[in-house]
């Protein structure tokens, strides 16, 4: 066959690929936008395909997942819970022996266990190497809620991913050994409490927390040591003080979650951004063509290039603090949300230190040299144990 021909043929091929794969992918965006939710269920955990099509809880496995979530919610780190896993013989997701830590964080943070599904996350941008890319705004993309049976309950999965990111943002210096990690702070030094456990082969076993800078550079902290079970006394007694006056405090978290989550002036402020920077981008191009093609003085092509460089980082840096503003804001405003839903569920006097609880609630304690400890809540307030 002659080059010709073998080039039509190509080509038709290429067109017949192209609109198979535009017709599946409208045939996806049909399903997303009515609603229907598909899993790669070969390497998903805790549910099958069920007989209508839709998403099925599998019991056995929806219990490792809820375990997963739980001792996260007890301080446990991805890889420390991996570990477990893979040492309990628990098969992974796709039946593999070894657990990763990034597994366990895929996990955490998938919001179709709390029967939800954000869709289309990913699209493809070529169609005959099937390149996918992370899905920007390119795409429409789909949020369905109640979309299927939940494993994890809406809540509580909020309250993982609050917890996610503060440690996230701790980095190294979450330790992963207690729920009390990163949370208890010196009055003195601003250094992080650490445990010690005392008396640890005999009957009169405890753990204690003290400034992890005591006994450091040559100057002891003057903060004292606290038993562990008398800082989950005074957090019961706290927080039992709270419910006595709950309506009050959660009449003012609204007030503060109303005036976090508005963010219209932050938005109006970064679409402004985003139309300079996409300006200067055309006007650095623009300047780099005409210098390409034409003869001119390259000092002052040199100065004009760097005016624009000079503009576009002094936008793109304006661009990434109110991003962050935005983000730190809305997560705020989910930690309160924590927080309220904790205090509204709970009308009786609590008698048992929860994990969960002090996790969701608790951004973090003071302790102080005079033996005070004020606990800081997630909606700001703070208050004496």
Known sequence: MCKNGESKLSSLAQEESRSISENVTWGQRKRFSDGKVSLPYKHFLGYEKGADGFPKVVPEEAEIV???????????????????????????????????????????????????AVLQKKFTVDFLTKKMKVNEGEVPQYVVEHSHDAIIEPQEWESVQAEFGRRKKLGRQYSGNSVFATKIICGDCGAFFGSKVWHSTSKYKRTIWQCNRKFKDGEKCGTPHFD?????????????????????????????QKMLTDVSGIDTEIATLIQEI?????????????????????????????????????????????ERQKTERLTKADAIGGFMFELSERNETLTEFDDRLWLTVIENVTAYHDGRLVFKFQNGSEIEG
């Open 66 to 116: 809820r375990r997963i979530y739980r001792d996260f919610m007890s301080g446990k780190t991805s890889f420390t819970i991996a570990k477990d896993l893979t040492d309990e013989g628990v098969p992974t997701p796709s039946g593999k022996k070894q657990w990763q830590a990034s597994t366990i964080e895929s996990i955490l943070t998938n919001e179709k266990y709390k029967g939800s």
């Open 228 to 256: 562990e079970q008398e800082i989950m006394t005074r957090f019961l007694a706290v927080f039992n003080n709270l419910i006595s006056t709950k309506e009050t405090l959660l009449d003012d978290c609204r007030a503060i």
């Open 278 to 322: 996409e300006v200067i981008t055309e006007l650095t191009k623009k300047c780099i063509s005409e210098n390409s093609q034409n003869v001119q003085s390259q000092e002052e092509y040199t100065r004009k290039y760097n005016g624009y460089v000079e503009r576009y980082d002094k936008a793109k840096d304006k661009l990434d603090r109110l």
